[in-house]
Each structure stands twice: as structure tokens, then as C-alpha cells.
């Protein structure tokens, strides 16, 4: 079975560290923050200028002046500190944030990301996740394996135009988490059920499979 | 009073000088720390040919998408622009250009402008469209791309406190974007919640001295909220 | 404690890793803000070699200064090193290498290391034995040389009162280079008068965030004027 | 008669205007504070981070923490603000501070000035003179015109090192004011009792003198 997105998300967490301070994007890589495991601290990034975002607002505590990078009132929590938007691109640029997850449209062979731009439909821009992905030394991809009609998204080369050249080196995808090395994906663990073949079949790019490829356990 | 006082009294005097074909530079971040009351004296001015610095173009009807109702902007300098029907259509019409700019690069482009330094070299974009034009160079084995700086005929600036002699401090997240701003105007106008007397502010909390500040103004504020987002008390 | 707890109890313990030929930036202006109990523990330690980055060298007995007596310096980076005897007779022996930078190219050089800026362009030195060996550019007509990023192997830094998680406030022109060194240091290190809990400092008013500093310690100062002047009350 | 360091600096006053903003190197600058003139405000940059500065301390206010870049003890004004070195020195170098005054060696007509290095000597190092002449836009040198020996500091081309290049318009001597134009000194404003010739022996480089010289009156 291919995971779900909280499962995607589980899995992410498992990367984490006690103390990390960490960029979460919009969609399956905020889900993250909902599975730090026990026992574990780790510090949200919100590239519009909040270092220790908290929780959702109640009704009560809402505030136009206190919103995440994807615009929602959020709130700030305890030892956060707030600052302008040079301040945190020059965090996330000088390498400060222990970890980065993000999305994306495809990945590559060379570390190459495509994220913001689909040509021929509208450009709405990249936002941070240029600078998030030429920033981290460590970024997670997180994305479907295959497009629904089938087309895999793990390429020899990207075809849409990339957010970052030769930058990724960790992607989990619905089926399987992967790393990057030497101009290849190295299959180092698949999704419950999932065999190596169908991994095999949806990815387009070179393949590394080791002997053995554990399978994922929540 | 003295020279330092930086307050005007109408919004009228707050933007005289603005002119068609200016560039001005925008604080805010989606609609948070957005210059509400300074747009809409820009809408009222009916002024053309804008270009616009700023990290969005605010949404349909509120923010910096009000001046595109009447096509003011001629080009948009922003890192999204995704919030917008009215941008869209203007864009796919080629009536409205638009310069996409890594969020981080568009920061450090308005810092670099009010810090006097023209260029500057970044890895963000290497690789990418962003890059395309410009020069690439090699330190410590890494590339990077030359940025140059950003600066405005105006900025326009929403503080949330700020004495008379313009020194600013702006409360939670609204601060994005408006210090930098404030930094890259020929002309920077803030636009405030409150102004309070010189000495009320304690001098190593200012997050814009006052230096940088031509004209400070008082305003009420919608400050509409684009993504509401709760969770259970 | 929480992974994010960076107190760290002894000076030893704060210096640990600390090897010949490393580094160190410090922050301070003259004798105001140097993280003095840091400094002390180098000398302890007897660590030789070292590259300091620093805008003075502080003076003789005291600050930087005390860092010659064993000759731990190999190499400056200043701006003005015009305090100190032992520095001046160490230059002229050949002992010390001094590499004399603009103050604000210094500032700026430490901001940039920390942002992952690896060169910027100035104005600041063109035509002067400052821009010996550098790139000239010209920019809308004017000329600038290239100046590349400082990072250093550790930071060292004086701020006033920090929080367990290492986000720092600096009390009054003890500011300075402070906030720039902390984020330049792959090991960055803060000694404070005052360590509070997480929370009891307001976020929008936090100089160093907590993510650049690595280990926090609570020290007793000296604090030390290098010239004293006063008026009649 | 010269003018004494108390009329230059008086002198130097007479260009302030209501609201600059105005940073003042240390020796004879230092003293233009001093003669603010009725009626008007300044506020004083200071570079190591300080914009609004007060007179000295008294005995009770010294503050170990509160210096100028002379490294003196010195108060904080009224709505003055306090920040970093970074922060101080983009004021500067983004043309933000309305007037510099500062000292020197010799200045040329092209208007060049070394301020900071004198070869043999010991090197002490440039400070923020670099940055602070580069910066500005309207600088006013204060210096005696000629050395000790009678040797004029207003040369056709410096002999020492420069702090800057190209950047000096306004030179006051303790004989006269000048300005920097098409590669010459143009004599403005002689000191009271100072002859035309005097000043013409004095200046190395090319000086233009009009037909009228005033003399300053105190």
C-alpha cells in the first residue's frame, strides 16, 4: 500500500532531532510538526520572520499581525523570536536550519528540483523554496511517487524548470524513501506492501536496489 | 517643532510627489503589515505606470490588488503573486509584467539598496530561470549568481508604533518585509498605529531608526486576515 | 533539558574544541561589549596560531590584548589597532600579521558569512591600498570593489541577557559587532550577564536568535573604560 | 590671523541645516557640536552604533556600555536609537547621513584624501574613514592648510595613501574654505586677516580664486 499523507509525514518525523530548528512547507511537510516523536523539542522556522511557531489560534487568540508563511494565523511559542524577512532568508541561506521539507512537481538523478513552475499554465512564483533548497544542507523532498496517469516523477532529468540544481539528496515518496548519490536514486526503504518491482517500474531515473530493502513499519 | 519631527497630516501630504512611471517599494507580507491606508491614497492619486516591489500584490479588491483595477502597476517585482484573479488575467492579457524574485533574494535586493551596496552573490537560484542573464561565479568550489540591489523612488511602510522623529517598531510577523523597505526609499513613508513622543521608545528596540524615515503618518487599520486558521480552545 | 537548552556551566566547557591555527571572531568595539571571560579562558588554554577577527585588538593587559603576551595571535582582521603597545611591537618584528579592513566592510563581512552571502560590492576602499588585488566593478556609473564573507571557526560573544535557548538581547553600544559575530561562527558562543527562562524575552525584540548560538554561559565582567570623559552635573 | 580649531568648528556649523542627520570624526569635528546654532536640532551618528548622541556623562550617569567611536563615555538624546555595526555602517555607506566632517592629511583636486596612513609610521589602521567618505555625499574636511614646515596639505595629487577616491567637494583649512571643482580648489571664503596670498602660497595644487574672496566674520 502506497502511505498515506500522515504516514508520509510519520516518516519525516523519524528525521528528526532533539533541537533541530526546521522549515516545514505547505502541504504533506507541515503535517510533520503533528509527529515529533515524544520526549523530542524541535523548532519551527516560518520563512516570513518567526523562529518557534506554536499552534493554531483559538477564536480568542486570533491575530492578523501572527501568520505562517502560508499566510494562516498561527501563534508563537515559548523562546520564539520574530524578525524581518532579511533576518530569516539569511538564516535559511547561511546554512542555519538543521532541516528543510518540501514538496515538489519532480526530482532528479543530479539533485535536481523542480517545485514552482508549470509552463504554459499561470506562474504564480517560488517564493522561499529557491532559497530553502539553496539554503539547507539537509532537504527532505516529499511528493507522490507517480503522477496519477502513471508518469514517474523520479527522472533521469527534470523537465519543468528546476528550483534548485543539484540539491536534494533525500526524497520519500508514497512508496519509498530514497537517497541520492553519484547520479542515481538508492532505494533505501519501501512503503508496507510495496514491492521493489512496482518501485522499479514508476521510477524513471537510474535506480540503485540494494540486497535487501526494508520495508516501513508505523 | 524640530527638524526631526517626521509627521504629516493627510494622506494627500504623505504622498505628494508621487509621480506616473515611479518605482515604490512595499512592506508587507501577503496581506499582514501591508500599507492598507498608503495604497489606497495611491488608488485615490490615480497614478500610472507603476512598477511595484513587493514580496505579493496583495488580493482581489484589498492591498496592492486594488491598484490593478484601474492598471496603476505596469510591472510587479515579487516572489508570489498566486493569491490574485485579477493579476492573472492582467498577466495572460500582457498588460502587466511581472519579474519573479526568490523571496530571500528580494529581501536581501531592498537591504542591499538602503545599505549602499549594488550587488551582491547568492546560490539561491543557480541552476534555475532566475539565473538566466546573470553572472555566475565560483567561490569555495560553490556557484553563485550576482544580484543587484533594489532601490525606490518611494517606499511605503506599515509600522506598528513610532515617535515623532520616525523611529519604528513593528509588533509580531507585520514586520516581514517593512524594515527593508523602509531602508530602499528615496522617499520611505510610514504609515503607523500609533505615534508616541521622542524617549518613549527604548533606543535598542528600534527596528527602523528614524534616519531612514522622510514622513510618518497615523492610520486605522482593516488588517484583513487572508488564511484564518483556528484550532479548538 | 530540552534540546534547545544551551547553558553550558564552566568556560572550559564553553571553549571545548577550540585547536591551533583556528578562526575566532569576536565581537566588542574597543573595550565595550568583548566577551572578556571568553577571551581569559583562551589564554588559559594557551591556544597559538589563531586568526582573530576582531574590530581592535583591545589594549595592552586587557581585552584581545591579553592574547599577545603569549603570542596566540598569528593574524588580525581589524580595523584599527591603534591602542596597543605589544600589538605595535609584534607588527614591526614581523610576529603578527595584521590584515587592516574598512569598519564597515568588517561589519558587513561578518553579516554576510552569517547570511551565506559569500562577496558583496562596496565602494568603500576603491582606489585606496584597501581594493589592492580586488575586483572593480561599475555600477549606474560609479566604481565598487569586491570584498568576500568572513566565517570563523568560533564566535565569541558578549551580549546583556539571553534566554536558555541562546536568544540574546545586548544592552546599549555593547551592541555593535556583537549580533554579527554570533551569526559568523560555525561554533557560536555567547556569554551574558543575566540568563532567563525561555519566554521571558518578547520575540519581536530579540537581537541574536537563538539558532545562532551554540553554547551560553553567564559570566561576571569587568567592563572596562578605555576613555573616560564627563561633564559637570 | 588662522582661524583657531573653535572657529572652525564654528565655521563648519554655519552649514548644518535643521534635521541632518551628521556624523563627526574625532579632533576639531567633534567640536562643531558645540556650536549648533540657536534654534536648530542635529542628531549626532555615531559609528559604533549609536544615532542621536548626547553630551558626556556626568560622574553618576557613566556607563561602561555607552560609548562613542572615539571609545569615550558619552549619553544617549532623546529619541536616539541604538544598533549594530552592520546597521550603523549601512546608514553610512547607503547615503543616509546628511553631513560628514572629518579630519585628514592632504586632500587633492581631484578629490582624493589620505587621512589614515602615513608609510614608516606605524599603521593604526582606517576605522570607519573609508566607509564614511565613501558614503557620503556632502563631506566637509577640517585640517590645518599647510604642515608645520609650510608644507601645504592641498595638493595637485596626494603623496600618501587614500581613504577614498574622488569623494571630497568642501575642504576648511585654518585659513580658508574651499571647494573641489573640474580639478581645481575654488578659493570661497578666506579667514579673517588671511590674504589671498598667503592662501595661494599655501596650495600646492591648482586653485581658482574668484575676484571676490570674502572674509569670514565671527
Known amino acids: 500500500m502506497a502511505l498515506t499523507r500522515e504516514q508520509m509525514a510519520m516518516r519525516v518525523a523519524r528525521e528528526l532531532q532533539d533541537g533541530y530548528y526546521v522549515n ?5 511537510p507541515t503535517l510533520v510538526a503533528n509527529y515529533v516523536p515524544e520526549g523530542m523539542e524541535v523548532m519551527l522556522q516560518s520563512e516570513n520572520g518567526l523562529l518557534g511557531m506554536g499552534p493554531f489560534p483559538t477564536e480568542d487568540e486570533i491575530d492578523a499581525d501572527m501568520i505562517n508563511a502560508g499566510k494562516q494565523t498561527v501563534t508563537a511559542a515559548t ?22 521539507v518540501l514538496g515538489a512537481f519532480e526530482v532528479d538523478t543530479q539533485g535536481n528540483i523542480a517545485s514552482w513552475m508549470i509552463p504554459g499554465k499561470l506562474i504564480k512564483g ?24 502513471g508518469e514517474s516523477k523520479l527522472l533521469s532529468t527534470c523537465s519543468l524548470p528546476l528550483t534548485g540544481a543539484g540539491c536534494i539528496k533525500k526524497v520519500l515518496t508514497d512508496l519509498a524513501y530514497l537517497e541520492i548519490e553519484n547520479g542515481a536514486f538508492i532505494l533505501k526503504e519501501r512503503a508496507p506492501g510495496v514491492s521493489v518491482e512496482e518501485i522499479v517500474e514508476k521510477t524513471e531515473g537510474e535506480l540503485v536496489v540494494p540486497d535487501s530493502v526494508p520495508e516501513m513499519t508505523f | 517643532m524640530s527638524g526631526f519631527d517626521k509627521v504629516v497630516n493627510s494622506y494627500e501630504e504623505a504622498l505628494a510627489g508621487l509621480e506616473d512611471n515611479m518605482t515604490v517599494i512595499a512592506g508587507g507580507f501577503g496581506l499582514c503589515g501591508i500599507p492598507e491606508n498608503l495604497i489606497q491614497q495611491i488608488k485615490v492619486m490615480g497614478t500610472k505606470g507603476l512598477t511595484i516591489v513587493s514580496n ?41 509584467e511581472v519579474e ?22 547568492t546560490a539561491t537560484g543557480f541552476g534555475t530561470p532566475v539565473a538566466e542573464g546573470k553572472e555566475v561565479r565560483e567561490f569555495n568550489g560553490r556557484n553563485y549568481i550576482l544580484e543587484e540591489s533594489i532601490t525606490g523612488d518611494f517606499a ?78
Chains 1, 4 share one sequence.
Not at chain 2, 509600522?159 to 524594515?179: C, E, H, L
Open chain 1, 24 to 28: 516545514l512547507g505547505i502541504g504533506i
Open chain 2, 56 to 96: 505579493n500584490c496583495g488580493v482581489d479588491g484589498f492591498g496592492l490588488g486594488i491598484l490593478l483595477e484601474d492598471r496603476q502597476i505596469r510591472k510587479m517585482v515579487s516572489s508570489y503573486v498566486g493569491e490574485n484573479a485579477l493579476f492573472e488575467q492582467q498577466l495572460l492579457a500582457g498588460e502587466l
Open chain 1, 126 to 149: 517560488m517564493g522561499g523554496a529557491m532559497d530553502l533548497v539553496a539554503g539547507a544542507d539537509n532537504i527532505i523532498v516529499t511528493m507522490t511517487h507517480a503522477s496519477k496517469h
Open chain 1, 79 to 100: 523562546g520564539a523570536s520574530i524578525f524581518s524577512s532579511a533576518e530569516s532568508f539569511a538564516m535559511i541561506r547561511g546554512g542555519h536550519v538543521d532541516l528543510t
Open chain 2, 156 to 233: 511605503i511602510v506599515k509600522g506598528w508604533k513610532a515617535d515623532r522623529y520616525g523611529n519604528v517598531i513593528y509588533r509580531d510577523t507585520a514586520q516581514n518585509f517593512n524594515p527593508l523597505a523602509a531602508t530602499a526609499g528615496k522617499i520611505t513613508i510610514v504609515e503607523v498605529e500609533e505615534i508616541v513622543e521622542p524617549g518613549e521608545l527604548e533606543p535598542t528596540q528600534i527596528h527602523t531608526p528614524g534616519i531612514y524615515v522622510n514622513r510618518l503618518i497615523k492610520g486605522t487599520f482593516e488588517k484583513r486576515i487572508e488564511q484564518r486558521t483556528v484550532r479548538q480552545a
Open chain 2, 100 to 121: 519573479l524574485t526568490p523571496q530571500g533574494t528580494l529581501a536581501e535586493k531592498m537591504r542591499a539598496g538602503g545599505a549602499g551596496i549594488p550587488a551582491f552573490y
